[in-house]
């Protein structure tokens, strides 16, 4: 009885950053809701990982989380979301900026500026901040992310994936506690994919909360404390990527289970659940 | 023996640092109108080896003495024609001459101009003369655009001939309609690509605030105050020239 006190005692400093209340929406000009009845809690430091069909509303959920809906997407929406206190729908996106940086799929049509210390500064300078701090920031974002040798890059030249690391750098100069990722890989060979999971690793051991939409799950279930599987604008499933991806009912979303898994089937490990390829090196030389 | 590119020479950006591109955005720009100001005050040959001599400092602080002796040398051709048809036209052959140096005194301060300016620095220096930053910024977005439209392009070309279509075939009108599989795609892509564009400026808060501060800055060196006075100079002697050669000169007088 005692414990049970406790724990909620405890429940109460695990800050929620995120909660998404009975949110339905449909897209003005849609006869199908998009998300509907979505309930989901994003608390300080989580790694959510965010899957699912084509279709499914993950990019709709991720525009939850910054306001773009209801303030840049018109339709109907019911419920509310929550950003660290703050009701959504009495905030502009401009004043969510600062607590949720949203990064998009494709790295181009994200890049408005013709340099990337020009890039990092933009967001900066639309809201008004003093130049010296602008300068500081744009040195801060460029060390953390290991890309100081892009500062003065025409964003013209660069690759996919340096477009990609700078988009991800112009968001965290706002310094958000939360950083949402709408399949920032998708466009992006496996080397620079796998630069972006490692990257978002990092700054989620620095203290970011990370949302992230991906299909590739091998690359980014490891890192990830929280998954939730998507389908028809419903959260069919939710918990931890190990326990979600040992699902027999996930093929059923569509959901390919990472490669990992299937070898851990194979070799009749599964029980141990491995995610890496070293858990399942482990789990074979303990059978 | 047009050869047209080559003559275009002049204008092809090296992306080089000199001493001119350094230069601060306002200086090169208000050099850059001292040159467009000075042919145009008068006919007169004068006022036009006047100008084309000044400005060879900025043709060598810029490092642009191949580019436009190269440039100019492919277009000699070009330029005796057009003397000869002025001449035609006017029976004059020193306000024919003065016609066509007027000209190419004209491209060669543009030219220093566009290729020793970066486009941003083009922006910033709208925004400085009080041009609202929407259009300045719509100025940027273009250019940021238009090597990415470029490769969409190249792209929907490129597959649609992986299926066997042809686009250069036929008469005048039957390419015109060859165009339309290109285009309508083209469009398609270009509104998807604009309505991401809106989704990623409304994050990062374009036009909320008034305030808008600026990241760059551009410094005023000396050398920037020494080309400014430069200018004014040239401004002043263009000025003394026409009002003072016609009395010297009378034959000249034009
Ligand atoms: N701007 C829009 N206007 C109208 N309907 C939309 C819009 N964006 C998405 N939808 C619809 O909302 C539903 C969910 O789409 P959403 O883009 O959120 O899915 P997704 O999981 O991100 O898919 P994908 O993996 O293809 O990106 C789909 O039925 C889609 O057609
Ligand atoms: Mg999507």
Redesign the pocket.
């Known amino acids: 009885m005692g414990g049970i006190i406790i724990f909620f005692d405890i429940m109460k400093y695990v800050r929620k950053m995120i909660e998404i209340e009975g949110v339905t929406f449909t ?4 006869s ?1 809701p ?1 998300l509907s009845d979505v309930n989901l809690r994003i608390e300080e430091g989580d790694f959510l990982l965010v899957t ?10 991720l525009r939850l989380l910054n306001g773009l809906i209801p303030h840049f ?1 018109r339709g109907k929406m019911e419920g509310r979301v929550l950003v660290d206190g703050i009701d959504t729908r009495e905030a502009s996106v401009a004043s969510l900026s600062k607590k949720v940086g949203l990064v998009f ?1 494709n790295p181009d049509n994200q890049i408005v500026t013709l340099r990337v210390d020009r890039e990092i500064a933009f967001g900066l300078e639309n809201l008004g901040f003093p130049r010296e701090e602008i300068v500081r920031r744009i040195e801060e974002v460029l060390k953390k992310l290991r890309i100081e040798h892009l500062r003065y890059r025409p964003t013209n030249e660069l690759s996919g994936g340096e477009k990609q690391l700078v988009a991800i750098a112009s968001v965290l100069a706002m310094r958000p506690k939360i950083i949402a990722l ?2 920032p890989t998708s466009e992006l060979d496996p080397f620079s994919s796998a630069r972006i999971a490692y990257i978002l690793d990092i700054l989620n051991r620095e203290g970011i909360t990370v949302v992230v ?1 991906e299909h590739k799950l091998d690359l980014f279930s490891p890192f990830a404390n929280k998954m939730i599987v ?1 389908a028809n ?1 419903h959260i069919v499933e939710q918990g931890s990527p190990r326990e979600l991806l040992y699902k027999k009912e996930l093929m059923i979303h569509g959901v390919r289970p990472p490669s990992v898994v299937k070898l851990s089937y194979e070799y009749g490990v599964s029980e141990n659940k491995p995610l890496t390829l070293g858990e399942l090196l482990v789990a074979l030389r303990g059978r | 023996m047009i050869d047209p590119l080559s003559m275009l020479e002049i204008f092809r950006s090296y992306g080089r640092e000199s001493t001119y591109s350094k230069l601060n955005p306002v200086t090169k720009f208000f050099l850059f109108v001292v040159f467009i100001i000075i042919p145009l005050i008068s006919p007169s040959i004068f006022i036009q080896i006047f100008s084309l001599l000044m400005q060879i400092p900025l043709i060598i602080m810029s490092h642009s003495t191949n580019r436009i002796t190269r440039s100019l040398r492919a277009s000699t051709f070009f330029i005796i024609i057009l003397i000869i048809l002025n001449y035609l036209t006017t029976f004059n052959i020193i306000f024919s001459i003065s016609m066509v140096l007027r000209l190419i005194g004209m491209i060669i301060a543009s030219a220093i101009f566009m290729t020793g300016t970066d486009p941003a620095e083009i922006g910033d220096l709208l925004s400085k003369l009080r041009i609202p930053f929407q259009i300045s910024f719509s100025f940027v977005i273009a250019l940021r655009f238009i090597p990415v439209l470029a490769d969409d392009v190249m792209m929907i070309i490129t597959s649609q001939a992986s299926r066997g279509y042809e686009i250069e075939k036929g008469g005048f009108l039957e390419r015109v309609k060859r165009m339309i599989p290109i285009l309508i795609p083209m469009i398609i892509i270009a509104i998807r690509r604009g309505h991401q564009l809106a989704e990623a400026l409304e994050t990062k808060a374009f036009g909320v605030s008034d305030k808008r501060t600026s990241y760059m800055r551009y410094r005023v060196n000396l050398l920037d105050l020494l080309m400014v006075s430069y200018g004014l100079l040239i401004l002043i002697a263009g000025l003394l020239i026409v009002t003072t050669h016609l009395e010297i000169f009378p034959l000249l007088q034009l």
């Open positions: 897209y003005e000009g849609s199908k998009a699912g069909l084509s279709g499914s509303g993950k990019s709709t959920l997407y799929q709408d399949e939409a998507m604008g």
